[in-house]
């Protein structure tokens, strides 16, 4: 079965910066793009940022776009997100996701059909 195991997150403070990574198996991960999402306490999920099943294309949420990278390594099945420049509002939960679709790496939510159960970031001073 599909599954998807996050980690990386922590504590850090204001500017700081944090590299999640996420684990896949169950489904081949070098033909399908794939998506990091965030939840924030008492908001809904909102998507941060994608990447295309080579690599070659990436996409970012606007208030993420040129502090966070996200790559992949597909001989280790693995994606990663590197946030640099933390801010308080980038405190949440991160999870990666897997879309229905090999190629969709966007931000509708519904588009995807598994997410790993996340690993908690904090930005605190």
């Known amino acids: 079965q599909v599954q998807l195991v996050e980690s990386g997150g922590g504590l850090v403070q204001p500017g700081g910066s944090l590299r999640l990574s996420c684990t896949a198996s169950?489904?081949?991960?070098?033909?399908?793009?794939m998506s990091w999402v965030r939840q924030a306490p008492g908001k809904g999920v909102e998507w941060v940022s994608g990447?295309?099943?080579?690599?070659?294309?990436?996409s970012y949420l606007d208030s993420v776009n040129g502090r966070f990278s996200i790559s992949r390594d597909n001989a280790k099945n693995t994606v990663y997100l590197q946030m640099n420049s933390l801010k308080p509002e980038d405190t949440a939960v991160y999870h990666c996701?897997?879309?229905?679709?090999?190629?969709?790496?966007?931000?509708?939510?519904?588009?995807?059909?598994?997410w790993g159960q996340g690993t908690q970031v904090t930005v605190s001073s």
């Open positions: 996701a897997k879309p229905r679709s090999v190629s969709y790496y966007g931000s509708r939510w519904t588009e995807y059909d598994y």
């Open positions: 169950g489904f081949t991960f070098s033909t399908y793009a």
């Open positions: 990447i295309s099943s080579a690599g070659r294309s990436k």
